[in-house]
């Protein structure tokens, strides 16, 4: 698996949001993209998941142009969890709304083997317990680790996660952080992650881009583009980076 985006031009309208973006997300790799409210990080995500085209430049997955693949194809290799979806709509009760992550693998019907997935996805997202529950009456942090796990049931090559730790509490965060941790090495796959807390960001991803109206300001291995520089250049605000503990830990003052 190797999803390679390079120079990205996008605009809504006139106004571009995005400015010669790329990026390289490899197997077992976590990748974060980082940068203030409206600097482009959403439609960077929509666009690599092929629901919003570039203007310009490429984006491929193991070297196919991904606005090429058919809509099926796609969803077999890229599965994407967007931010704060709204679940009045959805009116199946969750073990269903998971079994949904195999529509792209199955022809006709779900199978005993896509229920086991299923399962074992909600498993690791920990909501077993809601297998019966209508969907629509889940709290936002629930809902989030359910389409989480529907995300894990789908199998893809590349995970897309649009803040997934914004609605959770403390134990959820690192939880789910840890799980997508632990699938992208065990299924050598790969994620990209919007994550807004730099911490957390930090102690997950592997490497992070700096995304600052619409432009790359620094990319790389976390540690060396989660600097008080950067930090204060991009966000405007000062931070240390707290070494005396096991693992660099960012601090905001
Ligand atoms: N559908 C749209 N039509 C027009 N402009 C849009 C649309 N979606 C986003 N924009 C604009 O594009 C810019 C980038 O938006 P985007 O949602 O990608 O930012 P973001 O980095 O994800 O921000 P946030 O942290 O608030 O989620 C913003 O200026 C926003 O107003
Ligand atoms: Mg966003």
New binding site residues.
């Given amino acids: 698996m190797q999803l390679r985006m390079e120079g990205v031009e996008f605009s809504?309208?006139s106004d571009p949001?995005l400015r010669n973006v790329g990026m390289e997300l490899h197997p077992s790799e976590i990748l974060g993209i980082l940068?203030p409210?409206?600097?482009?990080?959403?439609?960077?995500v929509r666009c690599i998941n092929g629901i919003l085209s570039p203007q310009q430049g490429s984006i491929t997955l193991d070297a196919k142009e991904i606005r090429s693949l058919p809509r099926p194809d796609v969803a077999k290799n890229i599965s994407y969890v967007p931010?704060n979806s709204s679940n009045d709509t959805i009116t199946p009760n969750v073990f269903e709304v998971v079994l949904m992550g195999r529509r792209p693998h199955v022809t006709w019907e779900f199978g005993e083997r896509d229920r086991e997935i299923a399962w074992n996805a909600m498993e690791e997202m920990d909501v077993k317990k809601f297998a019966a529950t209508d969907f629509s009456k889940l709290s936002s942090g629930q809902a989030q680790r359910v389409l989480i796990a529907r995300a894990i049931a789908q199998e893809a090559k590349v995970l897309l996660l649009d803040e997934p730790t914004s609605n959770l509490d403390v134990k959820y965060q690192i939880d789910v952080m840890e799980t997508i941790h632990n699938i992208v090495h065990r299924r050598k796959i790969g994620a990209c992650a919007?994550v807004h807390d730099l911490d957390l960001a930090m102690r997950f991803c592997d490497k992070v881009i700096l995304?600052q109206s619409g432009r790359i300001v620094a990319a790389g291995p976390t540690r060396m583009v989660l600097t008080p520089e950067n930090i204060k250049r991009v966000y405007e605000v000062n931070a240390v980076i707290d070494e005396s503990y096991l693992r660099p830990r960012v601090l905001i003052l």
């Fill in positions: 809504y309208g949001v940068g409210n409206g600097s482009g990080k959403t439609t960077m931010h919007i995304l």
